[in-house]
């Protein structure tokens, strides 16, 4: 009976996870559709379905008794800054479950390899020299060139250090953050508009930022689901994964690569924020799954999820005065003690 | 075909630095044969492992599997000939006993294969002969080092290897765990054909299950035979520097005069 039982649970957990997956992709068109209608101008759900049916397929006709205002608040306001959102989120998420298989560290995030603090240091550079200069400096294209030469900056100085293993990217990681965290205090000091964009914010996001963002968390997580295989056998170990078949050198490089973009993109366009990628493949990992060839896809359909829903909150409770990684730190880190501590009390001592 | 090489170290050197691990060592792995390497901390069995497995290259010298350069060899097709249980075992990621065995399919599926039923049951039939199929679907992190080992062992045969290497893969079992840890896989060379590599602290478990024994000493192979014709008093003194007194074809009892 004991036999049927564990066969059986293998089965069953993957079914589970599909259909939490399809529940999930379910909860977060409801909350996108339900949730743009939500504000100062309130829309009923039928209108907002027909705005979005209308601007996708062109077909005008159905907007006809809708009020010009109304169209312009969801099509180009509410719904960009949603979308774009969910595309960070996904994005967060995703690249936490690849840094954590990577470094073997269920405590790490995207954050850890001070790619964020890169991003945060070119996009700080880019508002001083705009105010300084009365130029116009792209702020996510200097943010993604620093979150790049972070990454950069970081894998040469592991290499120099004795190799591209987890125990030094991660020290090579909180080197160069802790160097790049001082220029932006400096920085912070002549211009304050940067502390607003350093908390990461959604707020005012256009459909040219989803063109950015989405594609390459897209083609990212596209990426990334086809080697999952490798990435769980990679989360054993070096010496392990090299015993099971993986070229872990190139696989590593490779994901960190794709890891490292993602995070550059989304904290390009938003600021920073925390949490979700170390929360989210955590809180799946702990209470569904660990194979990453369903944790990958999940967790981005649940970062998506609880980023939109956090923004929303900010949105409308606060009149998006409040970032929204300010909510998600606040709420992100007490959870996390949470779920630390219990996780903690499962796990055997040696 | 069994008793004919089935790997061969050709005067293998390896250095760590300016540090020299191991110097010209020359090893034969016949198929079918259960050999224990043995020797003090330090003397290079780890990294003698290490270089039958590929995961090193020699500085000198070569290791050749089937005839063939092990370097000249991919990744992938190594580890569908070559199984390797290495000592560092830390879980940080609550994969359940059941995936983690699972994993012994890697090298030999493609991207996006799912387990089929027969395969379910294989992994099920080599983690009742290791005693950890009861906890098949518990996380690897909930469970004993002793038992993690166990489970190890099951990926590495569910690996379906024609050589499987240990490094101290059963020193957390308790006595009963070891004793019928080393049957199954003394059975598994009878029985398959697989030859295991294994470097062993416990010369008991040496003695009384190895077909031959390999001993290292400061880098160097200083002694290889039956344990029968090699472990005598001199070898004692020799390798491991104590007195030991050996009861004719039983065992020794190693005196304490350290």
């Given at each position: 009976m004991k036999d049927m039982d564990a066969l059986k649970k293998y089965k069953q957990s993957r079914k589970k996870c599909f259909l939490f997956g399809l529940a999930l992709a379910a909860a977060i068109f409801l909350l996108i559709t339900y949730t743009v209608g939500l504000g100062a101008m309130e829309l009923t759900y039928p209108d907002v379905l027909k705005i979005i049916w209308g601007k996708i397929s062109g077909n005008e006709e159905v907007l006809y008794g809708i009020k010009e205002g109304a169209i312009a608040v969801v099509w180009k306001i509410r719904l960009p800054r949603i979308i774009c959102g969910a595309f960070v989120g996904a994005g967060l998420a995703t690249a936490g479950v690849i840094f954590q298989s990577i470094l073997q560290n269920p405590l790490a995030d995207p954050y850890t390899l001070g790619i964020s603090t890169g991003a945060a240091f070119g996009a700080s550079l880019a508002i001083l020299l705009n105010m300084m200069f009365g130029i116009f400096l792209s702020v996510p294209v200097t943010a993604l060139a620093f979150s790049l030469l972070t990454l950069i900056a970081v894998t040469a100085i592991s290499m120099r250090g004795g190799g591209l293993v987890s125990s030094n990217l991660i020290i090579a990681g909180i080197i160069v953050s802790a160097i790049f965290s001082a220029g932006i205090s400096f920085m912070k000091m002549l211009a304050g508009e940067i502390v607003y964009w350093i908390m990461g914010s959604l707020g005012s996001k256009t459909w040219s930022d989803v063109a950015l963002v989405a594609p390459v968390v897209l083609i990212g997580l596209a990426v990334s689901q086809f080697f999952t295989s490798d990435l769980n056998v990679m989360a054993l170990g070096e010496s392990d994964a090299e015993a099971l078949g993986v070229n872990t050198k190139r696989t590593r490089f490779m994901y960190l690569a794709l890891g490292s973009c993602i995070t550059a993109v989304c904290v390009s366009v938003c600021g920073v924020i925390g949490f979700i990628g170390l929360v989210v493949p955590h809180l799946l990992r702990f209470s569904l799954t660990s194979d990453n060839r369903m944790l990958m896809p999940l967790s981005a359909l649940f970062g998506a999820f609880l980023l939109c829903g956090a923004d929303n909150v900010t949105r409308l409770i606060s009149n998006g005065e409040i970032p929204v990684g300010v909510l998600t730190t606040l709420l992100g880190g007490p959870f996390f003690i949470y779920i630390f501590v219990r996780r903690k009390g499962s796990v055997r001592a040696e | 075909m069994l008793n004919s090489p089935l790997l061969e170290a050709k005067n293998v050197s390896f250095s760590y630095g300016k540090d020299?691990?191991?110097?010209d060592v020359s090893l034969v792995v016949n198929r079918g044969e259960y050999l224990s390497i043995v020797g003090m901390n330090g003397s290079g069995k780890t990294t003698l492992l290490s270089l039958l497995s590929g995961h090193l290259r020699p500085d000198k010298g070569a290791v050749f599997l089937n005839g063939r350069n092990l370097n000249s060899i991919s990744v992938r097709e190594r580890a569908r000939q070559i199984a390797l249980v290495s000592q560092s075992r830390q879980m940080n990621f609550p994969f359940t006993c059941l995936e983690l065995v699972l994993m012994g399919l890697h090298p030999h599926s493609e991207r996006f294969e799912t387990v089929s039923d027969e395969q379910l049951e294989k992994a099920r039939e080599i983690m009742e002969s290791t005693d950890v199929w009861r906890f098949a679907d518990k996380p690897i992190t909930e469970i004993s080092g002793g038992e993690r080992q166990r489970v190890v062992l099951s990926r590495a045969l569910m690996q379906n290897p024609s050589l499987l290497l240990l490094d101290e893969a059963v020193s957390e079992l308790d006595i009963a765990a070891k004793i019928s840890m080393m049957k199954l896989l003394l059975q598994q060379v009878r029985k398959t054909g697989m030859s295991v590599v294994s470097i062993h602290h416990d010369l008991t478990t040496v003695f009384r299950f190895s077909d031959r024994v390999a001993a290292l000493k400061l880098g160097s192979l200083a002694e290889n035979g039956t344990p029968e014709k090699l472990m005598t008093k001199e070898f004692f003194k020799d390798v491991f520097s104590v007195d030991a007194e050996i009861l004719s074809n039983k065992g020794f009892i190693v005196c304490d005069n350290i």
């Open positions: - | 020299k691990v191991l110097s």
